[in-house]
């Protein structure tokens, strides 16, 4: 039978649910529905109890407890198990006392599933058969593994509420479960017959151990925490450990010659062994059931110790005949004796080493709350994204790079197309047509010479001098007979000089002259490069139409030299001369294997760059699929302030793709060096010289003739943007000077009108003039007779009162004839709205926006004719004013501006303000007023209004936007520099200052 081993005991718990405290958490701290996690729920749930009856003897029962260790630390990471948050009642047994304790702290509950991992672990490991050789192995390991979860608790679980949790005791536990795994090893070396001299130290290490864990036995002996037994055993076997020590170093010693000492160290081990026996020959013959000792570990303690006691005896009895009889060496004391050297063979085995590389992952199982990510596993992971993202933008990079270079280094050497010219292959697809000069032809195809053109602008351009010309014209006309009148009737004739009038007009005709001189330099410029094309226009609009774009360019090459020069089949010329022949190298490679060379070159570089886009793709493709959450997860509380060296590590896992594009690259490097070597050779072969001259000379005509025919193109579109233009421009100035013509001829019916209705007044007042003279002369008469009482009794003299003065008023007799139509132009109608050219109504106002005192009706036709009786009084103040000089700067605003239909209310301006800041109502007030001082007392008769003004858009304020946008000319005569465009723009009846004409601005 074999030595018994001490195994810990476990500890017992009660039933738990862990499903609705964690169900009530996921509502309340992750938001989410608590129905969906069921299944994870429960299964945490049978975990635990599949872990309550796990068999202390077995590898099932430990994988069982570690299964659910396992997921309770991945629960840790995501779920916190306190008193605060997730409150569960964790009850446990003492494994020794049997005492419950009871924690709300999912610590507890880890540290007591190890508890009893380490003591199915020791039970595993004493229940083994040491008696063969797997059985050996597995005791050895599992005790040492013991010993290490053992260990775990004491490094991470501080503060044990139990017992067996205790510092102390589990200290004890490790050195127990050490001691018994280096006792098991030599066992396996005794088997093995290994040499005495390191069993001894193998058998003192393992008595230093049983002397380490007698201390601590004893002290929870006393504690009422172990079993008596315990103790006993623990010191059988330190007593039996130095007696076996002493005995093989005895051995180890009389090999070395050493008898004396030899038999000294038999007698020790025989004085350990005799203390062994009896402590087990105390052994009591039943033991407790909580020892996990069987009852007959006394008897075979006994037998363990006699049987070693035999083997010492019979051993000192041949030591001490030999020394007596051969060697007669002197046998020292015990205590003489040096100590036995150490040598240590078991040690606790960590945590992670526990399956011995079998997959952990297996043991546990997939997370069951994985689908629960803690918020910080997600920053850290979007921290790990953006370092996975900087490496692939390096590599990437690092690979655009590469093939730039490639791209570049290959244009640079004109390859793989060079090599079609060394292989004299200047075949259809080169000597062909040129694509552009072929789409070139089609759109010129179908196209209407530009003649008829140029011929329609000019025929705008004399339409619109012929209209300025006849607007001009009247203008002139219209001045000369109103100064004409002026220098008749002298002081009389009180109407308006025109010059005032018509300076913006006249300005307007002038500024719209000029523009369409200016475009007229634009139109030639045009012209000059029509006829500088017009024959390759024909040539290329011909060749479009009849499809013979090709004839076209051939002729054109064989016009630009093309066909004398290089454009000769393939071969021709390669002769050679015999001085080539003779001094010819020949080893030299022909110029079909030196472009084979350099073919097999490129498809190389080509295979190298897919191989490292293919790379690039795999490692975009890794790294997507990349996910450490549960990595992450799991060392949640180890990454603290660690993540940069976490995410380094996780990182190298993409090195070996790192490595394989740099290896592109470098293979790359050597292959374009090579590549320029080889085509650099080839180039300096006269044969490929030959060829290539061929082929420049060829491509220099090429690019000849397509430069040519891109000019003509250039100018076809130039010209087609630039006619566009013009006719544009002539379009709009057409409409602009038809105009001008409707204002002016507006304006001239307007001053015929009013001159019309002057002459007439005129006329009338020169009928009573001698009447007047008449009744001067006999009042002059009167005042010189020697009566006076004459004269005061009565006035023979009409219109004299009898104070000798003039009559206050005078009689209808003496008053003037009213106002008729009449004009000294011809037959001239009376002025009716009815019929005036205004394309809107223009409202009538009165004095500050309501009716005129002086009448309250507005003009209708039919008092157009009506008589305007005019006082003596005013016809006085009119002949002295007569008699003055002529000053045509005296005379106040009788004709209405252009712009002005009705009269407004005056204010108190001269003229001059009015050609600063003109209005429509400004004019009417100034007519008004100087109308009243021309006739004093007598008012406005009642419905008359001044001329309208004249119909049509005003000048200058057409929109040339469009021109402005366009790349017209602009130099001197180009239409870009039209001065209408910087004419004043007028807006409103408001007009702008110093333009009368501005209220024409809301006309059109």
């Known amino acids: 039978m074999q030595i018994p081993m001490i195994s810990s005991p476990m500890k017992q718990t009660n039933e738990i649910d862990w499903v609705q405290p964690l169900k009530h958490h ?13 299944n994870e729920c429960n299964t945490l749930n049978r975990l635990r109890q599949d872990m309550r009856g796990a068999g202390k003897d077995s590898a099932a029962g430990r994988d069982l407890l570690y299964r659910y260790y396992g997921q309770l630390e991945l629960l840790d990471l995501r779920f916190p198990v306190d008193e605060n948050h997730i409150k569960i009642s964790f009850t446990w047994f003492d494994a020794f006392t049997h005492k419950p304790t009871s924690q709300y702290s999912l610590a507890y509950e880890k540290a007591s599933i190890i508890f009893n991992i380490s003591a199915v672990l020791s039970c595993h490991a004493a229940s083994q058969n040491r008696h063969e050789d797997a059985g050996l192995k597995t005791a050895y390991h599992s005790f040492q593994a013991s010993a290490g979860m053992f260990t775990y608790i004491n490094e991470n679980f501080l503060h044990a509420p139990s017992t067996d949790l205790s510092r102390e005791t589990v200290k004890t536990l490790i050195t127990v479960m050490l001691a018994q795994a280096q006792e098991v090893f030599i066992e396996k070396q005794i088997v093995d017959r290994k040499k005495p001299g390191l069993l001894a130290k193998l058998a003192a290490q393992a008595a230093y151990l049983y002397a380490q864990a007698v201390e601590g036995v004893q002290e929870n ?114 205590s003489n004796l040096t100590s036995i050297p150490k040598l240590p063979a078991a040690k606790a085995i960590p945590v992670s080493e526990l399956y011995q590389g079998q997959d952990i992952q297996r043991i546990i199982g997939p997370d069951i709350f994985q689908r629960i990510v803690p918020m910080s596993v997600t920053e850290s992971a979007s921290l790990y994204d953006e370092e996975k993202a900087k490496l692939i933008r390096a590599e990437a990079e690092r690979v655009e790079t590469a093939d730039d270079e490639l791209s570049t280094s290959l244009d640079y050497l004109k390859l793989p197309g060079s090599l079609n010219i060394f292989k004299g292959a200047l075949n259809e697809d080169t000597m062909g047509v040129d694509e552009d000069f072929r789409s070139w032809c089609a759109e010129l195809a179908g196209h209407s010479p530009f003649g008829a053109t140029f011929e329609q602008l000019r025929e705008d351009k004399q339409s619109i001098l012929t209209t300025l010309d006849a607007s001009t014209k009247q203008l002139d006309m219209e001045e000369a007979v109103c100064e004409k009148m002026r220098t008749k009737y002298g002081g009389d004739w009180t109407q308006q000089p025109s010059s ?65 020069k290089g454009v000769t089949s393939p071969g021709a010329g390669d002769e050679g001369n015999l ?117 420049e000379a060829f491509s220099r005509q090429r690019n000849t003739v397509l430069s040519k025919y891109r000019r003509v193109y250039q100018a076809y579109t130039d010209l087609q943007a630039g006619l566009s233009r013009a006719q544009q ?104 709205p009815a019929t005036s050219p205004p394309t809107i109504a223009t409202p009538q106002y009165h004095t500050n ?115 402005q946008a366009t790349q017209y000319p602009s130099g001197p005569g180009g239409y870009a520099s039209d001065p209408r465009r910087s004419a004043p723009q007028q807006a409103g009846s408001g007009g702008g200052v110093g333009d009368p004409w501005a209220g024409l601005n809301a006309w059109k």
């Open 500 to 564: 005032r009038l018509t300076s913006t007009l006249r300005t307007d005709s002038r500024r719209y002259r000029a523009a369409v001189e200016e475009a007229s330099t634009s139109d030639a410029q045009l012209y000059s490069s029509f006829r500088q094309f017009e024959s390759d226009f024909d040539e290329m609009r011909s060749a479009g139409e009849t499809d013979e774009a090709d004839v076209l360019y051939q002729r054109a090459m064989i016009k630009a030299g093309a066909g004398k």
């Open 221 to 334: 002996v006393a504690k009422a925490v172990f079993e008596r037994v315990w103790l006993l055993v623990v010191q059988i076997k330190q007593h039996h450990m130095a007696s076996l020590a002493q005995y093989h170093q005895a051995i180890a010693d009389y090999e070395a010659n050493s008898y004396g000492q030899a038999i000294s160290r038999l007698q020790a081990a025989q004085n350990a062994n005799k203390e062994a026996n009896r402590l087990a020959n105390a052994f009591p013959g039943s033991v407790p059931s909580n020892s996990n000792l069987g009852n007959e570990t006394g008897t075979i303690l006994v037998d363990m110790t006699k049987k070693h006691m035999s083997a010492i005896q019979e051993l000192i009895t041949e030591y001490n005949r030999d020394n007596d009889m051969i060697y007669h060496q002197t046998v020292p004391s015990e």
């Open 729 to 832: 421009f002539y379009d709009e100035m057409k409409d602009t000077v038809d105009s001008l013509k409707k204002n002016v001829e507006s304006f001239v019916e307007n001053r015929r009108s009013e001159g019309g209705q002057l002459l007439s007044a005129i006329e009338a007042a020169k009928g009573s003039g001698a009447d007047r003279e008449q009744a001067r002369l006999k009042e002059l008469m009167e005042r010189m007779s020697v009566s006076p009482s004459a004269q005061s009794a009565g006035s023979p003299i009409p219109g004299m009162s009898a104070g000798g003065g003039l009559a206050d008023s005078r009689s209808s007799a003496h008053r003037p004839p009213p106002l008729q139509a009449q004009s000294g132009y011809g037959v001239q109608q009376a002025y009716n």
């Open 849 to 963: 926006g309501v009716q005129s005192p002086h009448h309250s009706s507005s003009y209708q036709p039919a008092q157009s004719n009506n008589n305007l009786p005019l006082r003596p009084q005013s016809y006085a103040t009119q002949t002295a004013a007569s008699r003055a000089s002529y000053d045509p700067g005296a005379y106040g605003p009788v004709s209405p501006p252009a712009h002005q239909q009705y009269f407004s209310p005056p204010p108190n301006q001269q003229y001059s303000s009015f050609q600063q800041h003109s209005s429509g109502s400004q004019y009417g007030q100034q007519h008004q007023q100087q109308h009243q001082q021309q006739y004093p007392g007598q008012s406005v008769p009642p419905g008359w209004q001044p001329p309208p003004p004249p119909p049509g858009p005003p000048p200058g304020q057409q929109d040339y936007s469009a021109l």
């Open 579 to 695: 001085l080539d022949d003779d001094f010819a190298d020949d080893s030299q490679q022909s110029v079909a294997q030196q472009i084979e060379k350099v073919e097999e070159l490129m498809r190389k570089l080509q295979l190298v760059k897919r191989e490292r886009q293919q790379v690039l793709k795999d490692l975009k493709d890794k790294i997507h699929n990349d996910d450490i959450s549960n990595v992450l997860i799991l060392n949640k509380k180890a990454i603290t302030n660690q993540e940069a060296q976490l995410f380094k590590a996780e990182l190298e896992k993409f090195r070996p793709h790192q490595n394989r594009i740099l290896q592109a690259n470098h293979k790359q490097s050597s292959l374009m060096k090579e590549l320029t070597r080889t085509y650099g050779d080839l180039l300096q072969d006269k044969r490929v010289r030959s060829e290539q001259n061929k082929y």
């Open 26 to 38: 996921i509502r309340t701290a992750y938001g989410d529905d608590p129905n969906s996690y069921d």
